[in-house]
T-cell receptor
Framework: KNEVEQSPQNLTAQEGEFITINCSYS?????LHWLQQHPGGGIVSLFM???GKKKHGRLIATINIQEKHSSLHITASHPRDSAVYIC???????????FGQGTRLTINP | KAGVTQTPRYLIKTRGQQVTLSCSPI?????VSWYQQTPGQGLQFLFE???????NKGNFPGRFSGRQFSNSRSEMNVSTLELGDSALYLC???????????FGQGTRLTVV
């Protein structure tokens, strides 16, 4: 079993829909990251959080430390949001980032 | 403020050769980490350097090595290349190990 599990693996939606991507982890962490990767490879850091909730534009990230679970929400989704979204946790024991397998999001116009 | 720069962007090498990849971090960042991304394994941690010292190493063979210079620029080297080393190699810089990480565009290595 992977230390970081994301769901769903693939998600296709229509423009304007509300999107939720989930991340569960099994290790002790000090922080959780949500990353975005577009075709071509470059990765952009969207959020880094250790508790509560953060919001940036149409993106919202929440984390529940007790349940070891985080969600990334996209409101009013747009085709330009199409990308792979990756959850990563900083494993305090191993002292390294551990990554989920990613969620491939496609938003159709 | 310049981002993280990785060179080269693309590389084709033959089995048995060696390769060196470079990563220039954001100015002021002392931590540089390297990752390998493949379709089958996803993103995996290779190693982290901080102030010219290797702080941590992932589960990769000794053919994978790295170093960091006094200006925080880092290089990683893969010797005796195998077909399975074909991957996107990403580096990320941060002020400290567990602070926000900024990724480069990656180097896509193809071993033939």
């Amino acid at each position: 079993k992977n230390e970081v599990e994301q769901s769903p693996q693939n998600l296709t939606a229509q423009e304007g829909e509300f999107i939720t991507i989930n991340c569960s982890y099994s290790v002790g962490i000090s922080a959780l990251h949500w990353l975005q990767q577009h075709p071509g490879g470059g990765i952009v850091s969207l959020f880094m959080l250790s508790s509560g909730k953060k919001k940036h534009g149409r993106l919202i990230a929440t984390i529940n430390i007790q349940e070891k679970h985080s969600s990334l929400h996209i409101t009013a989704s747009h085709p330009r949001d199409s990308a792979v979204y990756i959850c990563a946790v900083y494993d305090m024991g191993a002292q390294k980032l551990v990554f989920g397998q990613g969620t491939r999001l496609t938003i159709n116009p | 403020k310049a981002g993280v720069t990785q060179t080269p962007r693309y590389l084709i090498k033959t089995r048995g050769q060696q390769v060196t990849l470079s990563c220039s971090p954001i100015s002021g960042h002392r931590s540089v980490s390297w990752y390998q991304q493949t379709p089958g394994q996803g993103l995996q941690f290779l190693f982290e350097y901080f102030s010219e010292t290797q702080r941590n190493k992932g589960n990769f063979p000794g053919r994978f090595s790295g170093r960091q210079f006094s200006n925080s620029r880092s290089e990683m080297n893969v010797s005796t290349l195998e077909l399975g080393d074909s991957a996107l190699y990403l580096c990320a810089s941060s002020f400290e190990s567990n602070t926000e990480a900024f990724f480069g565009q990656g180097t896509r290595l193809t071993v033939v």
